[in-house]
T-cell receptor
Framework: NAGVMQNPRHLVRRRGQEARLRCSPM?????VYWYRQLPEEGLKFMVY????????ESGMPKERFSAEFPKEGPSILRIQQVVRGDSAAYFC?????????????FGPGTRLTVT | AQSVTQLDSHVSVSEGTPVLLRCNYS??????LFWYVQHPNKGLQLLLK??????LVKGINGFEAEFKKSETSFHLTKPSAHMSDAAEYFC??????????FGAGTRLFVKA
């Protein structure tokens, strides 16, 4: 059973470009969470999605950031018009239904660098 | 509201000596508590979790943690440090929902 997969592992974008980060949850997991880790800090919750639904996006910046988890395919975290402050590691986690509070499995992360 | 405080940003130990990483939490409800480890440029690995069963929780790689409600603590320990334990450790609280609150992390250095 493959773990949570994220790609790309490293992404470099110039200011103003768009960044797309992908997350494939573990098999059988229908819940996905996105977190951001700034240098020297812990992870901060961004958004929680189920298939075709955003359950909670209270941690998402109001502008430029969006997330989706379509019926087919991976979850996508999209950052439009990136700025230097968006440089961070973005982690995705997945859980089985109903167990998100006690069982989240993390992917290896995508390290975004904005130049 | 819930919060997590990791009392030390850096801990340095010699190989073969005990490890203590301290974590205090604040929660209005019965929390679930976790410790994760992150090696450089890697994802997070779950070391152990407390979910209202036994207060002394054993995890992987010889780590364990004790939930002390009266002290609102969940300190991580290991009897004997190994060089491969050098990493960043995160204490995490979750209270009845899906949101998890991460501490700021403690970086563990292990000297030969």
């Amino acid at each position: 059973n493959a773990g949570v997969m994220q790609n790309p592992r490293h992404l470099v974008r110039r200011r103003g470009q768009e960044a797309r980060l992908r997350c494939s949850p573990m098999k059988g997991h229908s819940h996905v969470y996105w977190y951001r880790q700034l240098p020297e800090e812990g992870l901060k919750f961004m958004v929680y999605l189920q298939k075709e639904n955003i359950i909670d996006e209270s941690g998402m910046p109001k502008e430029r950031f969006s997330a989706e988890f379509p019926k087919e395919g991976p979850s996508i975290l999209r950052i439009q018009q990136v700025v230097r402050g968006d440089s961070a590691a973005y982690f995705c986690a997945s859980s089985p239904p109903g167990r998100g509070q006690i069982e989240q499995y993390f992917g290896p992360g995508t390290r975004l660098t904005v130049t | 509201a819930q919060s997590v405080t990791q009392l030390d940003s850096h801990v340095s130990v010699s190989e073969g000596t005990p490890v203590l990483l301290r974590c205090n939490y604040s929660s209005s409800y019965s929390p679930s508590l976790f410790w994760y480890v992150q090696h450089p440029n890697k994802g997070l690995q779950l070391l152990l979790k407390y979910t209202s069963a036994a207060t002394l929780v054993k995890g992987i790689n010889g780590f364990e943690a004790e939930f002390k409600k009266s002290e609102t603590s969940f300190h991580l320990t290991k009897p004997s440090a190994h060089m491969s334990d050098a990493a960043e450790y995160f204490c995490v609280v979750s209270t009845g929902g899906f949101k998890t609150i991460f501490g700021a992390g403690t970086r563990l250095f292990v000297k030969a």
